[in-house]
């Protein structure tokens, strides 16, 4: 079974200052890929950014960038230069092949809020 | 108008309504799913279409009923509802169902409330 791991449940940071968010991941697929999404206070997931397991460069978008370790089965969100936007729930998914149907299943959260 | 879109955006009911939510994908996608988000617990995938049919089915309690008529809408019909049930209920698309790679796409959700 695939499992994702987020072990902080909240995280302060001060505007314009870095920040990672944790992500542990398991699992037996030989070929998957990670994602992270961001939800604001108004509900919507918004998807930030992926990284493939077999890719061996750290993806990267904008502000965003994945830490992916793959033998230690990691996948940290750098955030780089926080805004006051950035303050919202932050979920770590990864995507598999569970019974032949690529299942997304999400860790539990990171509340991130950004202090001016 | 573009990506993915709910309604309506908040729903109270009683446990003995019918109520139905709808979703609508402007991205062309070949794959919908809903998931439901309770408080202090992940995202639970409840539903899988892809191409219109039914591809997962996630041990949903028979009061929820979904409806894929085509690939670009999405319905979930309540009925008998339980207090328990009471969460966000998130729509979502992706390009292909059965790709590592594809991301899903959400859209703001219903926020449902039971009484």
């Known amino acids: 079974a695939q499992k994702i791991t987020q072990t902080q449940p909240g995280m302060f940071v001060q505007e314009k200052e870095a920040v990672t968010l944790d992500c542990t991941y398991d699992?037996?697929?030989?070929?998957?890929?990670l994602f992270w999404y961001k939800q604001p206070s108004s509900g919507e997931m918004i998807f930030l950014i992926y990284?493939?397991?077999?890719?061996?460069q750290n993806a990267t978008e904008g502000r965003y960038s994945l830490n992916f370790q793959k033998a230690r089965k990691s996948a940290n969100l750098v955030i780089s230069a926080s805004q006051l936007g950035d303050s919202a729930m932050y979920f770590c998914?990864?995507?598999?092949?569970?019974?032949?149907?690529?299942?997304?299943?999400f860790g539990k959260g990171t509340k991130l809020t950004v202090n001016p | 108008e573009t990506g993915v879109t709910q309604t309506p955006r908040h729903l109270v009911m009683g446990m003995t309504n019918k109520k139905s939510l709808k979703c609508e994908q402007h991205?062309?996608?070949?794959?919908m799913y809903w998931y439901k988000q309770s408080a202090k617990k992940p995202l639970e995938l409840m539903f899988v279409?892809?191409?219109?049919?039914?591809?997962e089915n996630n041990s949903v309690p028979s009061r929820f009923s979904p409806e894929c008529p085509n690939s670009s809408h999405l319905f979930l019909h309540l009925h008998t509802l339980q207090p328990e049930d009471s969460a966000l209920y998130l729509c979502?698309?992706?390009?292909?169902?059965?790709?590592?790679?594809?991301?899903?796409?959400f859209g703001n959700g219903t926020r449902l409330t039971v009484t």
């Open positions: 990284q493939g397991s077999y890719d061996e």
């Open positions: 991205l062309g996608h070949n794959a």
């Open positions: 998914a990864m995507r598999g092949l569970q019974g032949g149907s690529e299942k997304l299943v």
């Open positions: 699992t037996s697929d030989q070929s998957y890929g």
């Open positions: 279409y892809s191409l219109e049919e039914r591809v």
């Open positions: 979502a698309s992706s390009q292909e169902n059965d790709r590592a790679d594809s991301p899903l796409h």
